[in-house]
């Protein structure tokens, strides 16, 4: 079983920064852990958005989301178990709840569907204000 917890969320204002983690725990060996693990983004009343994800093997197979590529990276910390997922210049359109999710398989998909992804996190907030 895997269990995922995002943080890092929070209130920024336009043009700032933000670095969301995800926690992976449970009965997995991160070395031998074959999964794709993806970011995804749900604002009120519009529909879950994909933004990124990284497989935890080798190079990772970084993809990001094209509305996100230029401010957005994401990232894993092998020892530590958890992906990152950075945003810099903020802009008010970036506010959602930000879900981790992974799935066990030898590769990620593309383009990223969460209907690929069977374990998520509970998500944490993310809030662009001035």
């Known amino acids: 079983q895997v269990q995922l917890a995002e943080s890092g969320g929070g209130s920024v204002q336009p043009g700032g920064s933000l670095r969301l983690s995800c926690e992976v725990s449970g009965s997995i060996s991160w070395n031998s852990w074959n999964y794709c693990v993806g970011w995804f983004r749900q604002a009120p009343g519009k529909e879950r958005e994909a933004v990124a994800s990284i497989h935890t093997i080798g190079n990772g197979g970084m993809h990001l989301a094209d509305s996100v590529e230029d401010r957005f990276t994401i990232s894993r910390n092998d020892a530590q178990k958890t992906v990152h997922l950075q945003i810099s210049r903020l802009k008010p359109e970036d506010a959602a709840m930000y879900y981790c999710?992974?799935?066990?398989?030898?590769?990620?998909?593309?383009?990223?569907?969460?209907?690929?992804?069977?374990?998520w996190g509970q998500g944490t907030q993310v809030t662009v204000s001035s």
């Open positions: 999710a992974a799935d066990g398989r030898p590769y990620c998909n593309l383009p990223i569907n969460s209907r690929d992804f069977l374990y």
